[in-house]
């Protein structure tokens, strides 16, 4: 036996192996198009999180509110950041 057919015969039995261990999908098709609510969910846009008296603040993700948060209490705990910090803005 040559080394082709054993990896031959290595791959038909993985193969089988997958085959076996992955069932077939029956009806892979969803049941209702999708398309009318993605296009619904487009044309609305997004929601702002807070009210319409504070338009820019909506617009600003969460996270970057908790890395001012961060560097704030960075600043106040330690002081000696305040260079550090200046040299990455």
């Not at 993985?14 to 969910?41: I, Y």
């Amino acid at each position: 036996m040559n080394g082709k057919e054993q990896e031959r015969e290595e791959s038909a039995g993985f193969r089988e192996k997958l085959q076996s261990a992955l069932p077939p999908l029956g009806n892979a098709e969803p049941r209702r198009d999708l398309w009318p609510l993605m296009r619904q969910r487009i044309a609305e846009g997004r929601k702002p999180l807070f009210s319409a008296a504070v338009p820019w603040l909506s617009r600003v993700p969460w996270f970057d509110w908790a890395l001012l948060g961060l560097a704030g209490a960075a600043l106040l705990f330690r002081p000696g950041l305040i260079p550090a910090l200046l040299y990455h803005l």
